[in-house]
């Protein structure tokens, strides 16, 4: 599509340039230059002055084998008053004096065009006048058309800008979506600059002229501002997307500045307000400047850092930047190049959309792999908070917390474990040999579906049982505890015994309770069971009790008994 554009169907008018151009003050005439050959400047590139009017002059003879020019066009900027002279060779000229609203935009390119005095035989010159002009590219590339009004792109031409405009769009509906994911500030600076850049084709090539009737002056502010934008927004961008420590603190805030400079002096210069004259547009060009120069040094640094994300800026950027760089020069006036240049920038471009969106996905799936490690680090801190180190098991602060939730599922046995004579293993075997009585208790009291097992501290463990005769599968893992220490500890002098306190109850009784409630009445039943010889089970049912349940009972026992 680029390729078709760049090589598209030339149009069928011919252009011509200047033969010579000159600078004055407002109080010159063309009769006072004519009288002076040596103002006019006919064989050399540069096209500014101090001096506030412009001249061209296009001398008859670039015209004698071709159609007469109909019409003057040039580049779209602010000017004051331009007027068009036919000299004929009598010595009459005929004058057309334009304001800016006079003048029409083209629907190809950023320019306009004016129509001519009639051109006859006698005519030896077209000259052209211009009063301020704030872009040196009103002269630079100011040419007569064999075409009446002047001539735009063709259609095809047009329909492909649309397309490539189309393009530039594309990754500002991705960057809104994937702000939805992960929310980075740089997709959305992304966005800005994408779209920015949309509005700078649009204007630029003057296809907005087909669906909106903007005046001169309007182009002339949409083509500024909207590069401005696009040039302070990459600042931004890169200040935020480049990765952490691969920009140092103050780069990342002298990014941020020189955005704030372009849009400061280049996007005030853009609206040409009347507190500035039209040697203004000068400082339109340095504003570009700093974030150039900036983007560059940030770029440097964070390759030498290491930076992935540098890697896919550099490729994208080196390429428009170069292009901004040689604008500069040309619209100071050092120079004129032919039309066909500017198409390059359309390359650049859809170069750099392409392969920042590639950037912005790889920076992306890296923010996604942070993203991830992160959950898996909290993943493997909550296991070890809420998990007893020696044995696996749950700890109380796993289960305390949950402990209504559990009891509406239907864990409603409370049982709690205190190993007998515990201390007495740890003084005559060592402490290891008591790790090892505890790890062997955990796999005794191994959880399952209907099943909870904690450890709550020292010899104490807890479980939490559901489902059908649950007090006796508590007990049975009791009574199992003693064999299979001894099996997985071999050596004990003894058989390590446990006892139980345990408390049962319907939902609503255990959910009307808190843990700590019912882990103080559980050790109160254990206590009583150590006091009752150990290696035993005490335990107790509770029901809750209610004003308004009693009298639902009274009521079904005297229908019963009716």
């Not at 872009?135 to 735009?152: F, H, I, K, Y």
């Not at 063709?154 to 393009?167: D, N």
């Not at 009585?437 to 005794?444: F, I, S």
């Not at 059908?468 to 099996?487: M, S, V």
Request: aromatic share 10%; hydrophobic share 45%.
């Amino acid at each position: 599509m680029l390729l078709a554009l760049f090589f598209a169907a030339p149009a069928s008018a011919t252009t011509l340039p200047p033969s010579c151009h000159a600078f004055s003050l407002e109080t010159t005439t063309y009769s006072e230059l004519a009288r002076q050959p040596e103002r006019w400047i006919c064989h050399s590139i540069h096209w500014t002055d101090e001096r506030p009017v412009g001249w061209l002059r296009f001398d008859a003879s670039s015209w004698q084998s071709i159609d007469s020019p109909k019409s003057f066009i040039t580049r779209i900027s602010k000017f004051e008053q331009l007027d068009v002279f036919a000299v004929n060779s009598d010595g009459t000229i005929d004058v057309l004096a334009l304001k800016q609203d006079d003048v029409k935009p083209l629907a190809g390119g950023s320019i306009f065009s004016t129509p001519l005095p009639g051109i006859t035989d006698d005519t030896q010159a077209i000259v052209i006048r211009i009063v301020r002009p704030w872009n040196a590219a009103l002269l630079a590339e100011g040419r007569l058309s064999t075409v009446a009004g002047g001539e735009g792109w063709h259609a095809g031409k047009l329909a492909l800008v649309a397309i490539l405009i189309g393009l530039l769009l594309a990754p500002m509906i991705y960057d809104l979506a994937v702000y939805m994911v992960i929310a980075q500030r740089f997709v959305l600076w992304h966005a800005v600059l994408t779209l920015s850049m949309a509005a700078y084709v649009a204007s630029m090539t003057g296809l907005s002229s087909l669906f909106f009737d903007m005046s001169v002056m309007t182009h002339a502010i949409l083509n500024g501002i909207t590069i401005a934008v696009a040039v302070a927004a990459a600042a931004f961008f890169t200040a935020d997307y480049l990765e952490p420590q691969m920009l140092s603190h103050r780069m990342r805030w002298t990014l941020r500045l020189a955005g704030a400079i372009v849009l400061t002096v280049s996007g005030t210069v853009s609206f040409f307000p009347p507190f500035l004259n039209y040697t203004a547009q000068t400082y339109f060009f340095l504003g570009f400047l700093p974030p150039f120069a900036v983007l560059f040094a940030a770029m440097a640094q964070a390759l030498r850092r290491g930076s992935r994300a540098a890697k896919f800026q550099i490729v994208a950027w080196t390429p428009i930047i170069l292009c901004g760089l040689e604008r500069i020069p040309r619209g100071l006036g050092l120079y004129g190049v032919p039309e066909f240049v500017d198409s390059l920038l359309y390359f650049t471009l859809v170069a750099e959309v392409v392969i920042s969106v590639l950037g912005v996905a790889d920076r992306m799936m890296s923010f996604k792999q942070q993203r991830d490690r992160a959950r898996t680090e909290i993943r493997m801190l909550t296991n070890l908070a809420e998990h007893d180190h020696l044995t696996g098991l749950y700890n109380r602060r796993a289960i305390e917390p949950r402990f209504t939730a559990l009891c509406e599922e239907g864990f409603t046995t409370f049982a709690l474990i205190d190993l007998d004579h515990f201390k007495g293993v740890n003084d005559k075997y060592g402490h290891a040999t008591g790790d090892a009585v505890l790890r062997a208790v955990a796999e005794a009291l191994a959880p399952d579906d209907n099943t909870l097992a904690m450890r709550l501290g020292g010899e104490e463990f807890l479980l939490l049982l559901r489902g059908r005769k649950a007090r006796q599968r508590a007990e049975q893992r009791r009574q199992a505890l003693p064999h299979h220490i001894a099996t997985r500890v071999p050596g004990l002098a003894g058989p390590v015994t446990a006892s139980m306190g345990l408390i049962e109850g319907a939902i609503e009784t255990m959910e009307a309770k808190t843990f700590n409630d019912l882990y103080a009445r559980a050790d109160k039943l254990l206590y009583e069971a150590k006091l009752g010889g150990r290696n035993r089970t005490i335990g107790e049912k509770l029901t809750l009790f209610s004003p308004r349940r009693t009298e639902r009972r009274r009521e079904s026992d005297r229908r019963r008994a009716a």
